[in-house]
């Protein structure tokens, strides 16, 4: 029911700060930082998309869990949305999510809540590389009579 209450609020809050900031400071100004934000906003869902990617592959190159680390791109990709969208609160909320104390303190109590299983119990360590072969040893003297294998240069 509050969720509810919440989402219909939220388009009158954002009117009501529209009109009364709007009107102390003006059009122009209220026009220019909403492009501002929205520009903001892009900059960063860019930016955390790139740093998100680069850290995935991080983590599944070194075998480590992928998920370490990801709480901070999570607050920052939802900053980037929220300053994305027109509103001064949506952009008070995005700005505030762009800290990085904020950040982790939404992360400790977010993985509060939240138990992480990890399938089959540890990973097992990396093995050395390991080539099956059937091989044949041949004696130098049947070398030349058998004929060229392709693996020499001659």
């Known amino acids: 029911m509050w969720v509810l209450l919440a989402i219909l609020a939220w388009p009158l809050v954002e009117i009501g700060l529209f009109v009364e900031i709007g009107g102390r400071i003006g059009l122009w100004p209220t026009l220019a930082w909403v492009i501002a934000t929205a520009a903001l906003g892009i900059l960063v869902m860019r930016a955390e998309a790139v740093r998100g990617h680069m850290r995935l592959r991080q983590g599944l190159s070194a075998l480590g869990r992928p998920d370490a680390g990801l709480g901070r ?6 900053a980037g949305l929220l300053l994305v969208l027109p509103g001064f609160l949506t952009d008070a909320l995005g700005l505030i999510l762009l800290l990085p104390p904020v950040q ?9 809540r939240v138990t992480v299983v990890q399938a089959g119990g540890r990973p097992a360590p990396p093995e050395p590389d390991v080539i099956e072969a059937e091989w044949e ?18």
């Open 73 to 78: 791109g999570v607050f920052r990709g939802l």
């Open 137 to 154: 040893e041949v004696p130098p003297s049947e070398v030349g009579r058998r004929g060229r294998s392709g693996w020499t240069e001659d």
């Open 104 to 112: 982790d303190l939404l992360t400790a109590r977010l993985m509060a």
